[in-house]
């Protein structure tokens, strides 16, 4: 009786061998994005306690370090599988906050198909750095999205902003008077053909950071801005104040809680009816935790942004939000 050896061929290990790579390979990105994007990161690094509002929680100390940026924003699934862990991660340092920190998608650079999915995972509150880009996707998204212009704008794009986006719904933010009086001029045009009539509700940049690559003004100019809009603008509403602070320092989220305090006193405001814009990929637990009303989330939901060379931030990807607006 002749037995018969097994063979195999060199073809049949090349294609087992990138089988299992393959295989191992997806397991252990689902692993890391699991561990860096889950609250079970408690587990794997230290906790401590911060104050949110009041009371006391635990905001893992991942995202103080930005040198973890890469792993925790890295694109480990769809746009709606990372746009439910983000959910879930504000959910649990959020417990019990009412009403809950809104969460803006910062879609800059990303192709509207991605806008699209985050849409039909129930998103509804977008956010963009250029002009250009809000006027390219806003037509091709249900007009119920609530778009957020964030960073600094040229005050002679206003006017084709406000006029051709009807859903603008915040403009994040105004740093001059020139400014608001064109959004003014602007929305006072096309009031009525706006959602419900309401009013364009703007933010006003503060400068928390000192840092030449942003925008923003000290708070004593920024309570002189907020006390025009309040007087002179009946078209726009003074919402409240955002900051693109500095990467990894946490203090600039106090220095706008502050700068928030006093601006209200300016104008006359409850604080507690004032936004807190604050808060991105990197930190955005963190600025929840000091009582960010507003956080702006991008690639963590999107994954890392792909720049044309003229578009190339003149800071680390770190900003959802731009100091400068094209």
Sequence with gaps: ?????????????????????????????????????????????????????????????????????????????????????????????????????????????????????????????????????????????PDDVKWHFIGHLQSNKAKALVEQVPNLWMVEAVDSIKLADRLQAATAGVLETRRKGERLKILVQIDTSGEATKSGKRTEDAAVIAQHVTAQCPALQFAGVMTIGASGDMTCFDKLVDAREA??????????????????SNDFEEAIARGSTNIRVGSTIFGARQ???????????????????K
């Design 1 to 141: 009786m002749t037995r018969r050896r097994f063979s195999v061929n060199k073809s049949s290990i090349t294609y087992f061998t990138w089988c299992f790579l393959f295989l191992s390979n997806s397991l252990a990105r689902a692993v890391l994005c699991g561990m860096l994007q889950s609250p079970t990161t408690a587990f794997f690094f230290p906790l401590r306690p911060a104050v949110l509002r009041g009371r006391t929680v635990v905001v893992s100390s991942l995202t103080r370090h930005q040198r973890l940026h890469s792993f925790a924003t890295m694109n480990c699934g769809t746009v709606g599988e990372n746009l439910a862990r983000v959910r879930h991660r504000v959910k649990e340092v959020a417990k019990g906050l009412e009403p809950p920190p809104r969460l803006v998608a910062v879609s800059k650079t990303k192709p509207v198909a991605a806008l699209k999915e985050a849409y039909d995972a129930g998103q509804r509150h977008f956010g963009e750095n250029y002009s250009h880009e809000v006027l390219e996707k806003a037509p091709e998204l």
């Design 263 to 280: 601006i209200a006193r300016a104008t006359g405001l409850d604080a507690a009816s004032l936004e807190l814009s604050m808060g991105m």
């Design 307 to 325: 720049y044309r060379s003229k578009e190339e931030p003149p800071v680390a990807e770190y900003n959802e939000g731009e100091s400068k607006s």
